[in-house]
């Protein structure tokens, strides 16, 4: 972003990055809310069975919080406060058509 910015260039970034260092940079921007632009995380229980070393209780436990409405909360206002704008879209239950939005 930094050189970007200093050549006044055309980059690819994540929103979050962008904000977090927008104040020091000349850019713009100029493109978003493409599904094709889309960052999509998951959480995967594996299987257990496929190690002894897999935490299998706790692996389905964080899976549950990632998705309950007090977490995708948590991710819908994290960086509000600091950036006036969410560095993340919860899309837990939503269908594929919806994902990205707010």
């Known amino acids: 972003l930094n050189i970007a ?3 006044s260039a055309y980059t690819i970034t994540d929103r979050a990055t962008y904000l977090a260092t927008r104040k020091n940079l000349s850019l713009d921007i100029l493109v978003e809310g493409d599904p094709a632009l ?3 995380y998951h959480v995967i ?3 257990p069975q496929k190690s002894d070393k897999i935490n299998n209780a706790g692996a389905l436990a ?3 919080f ?3 409405t007090q977490a995708q909360e948590v991710i819908r206002t994290f960086g509000v406060s600091e950036f006036g704008q969410p560095l993340f879209f919860p899309d ?3 269908t594929e ?3 990205g939005s707010v």
Do not use: G, P, Q, R
């Open 62 to 64: 964080f899976a549950d």
């Open 66 to 68: 990632m998705i309950s």
């Open 45 to 47: 229980v594996v299987n």
């Open 92 to 94: 837990a239950d939503k």
């Open 5 to 7: 910015s200093e050549k």
């Open 38 to 40: 889309l960052n999509i």
């Open 97 to 99: 058509a919806d994902l």
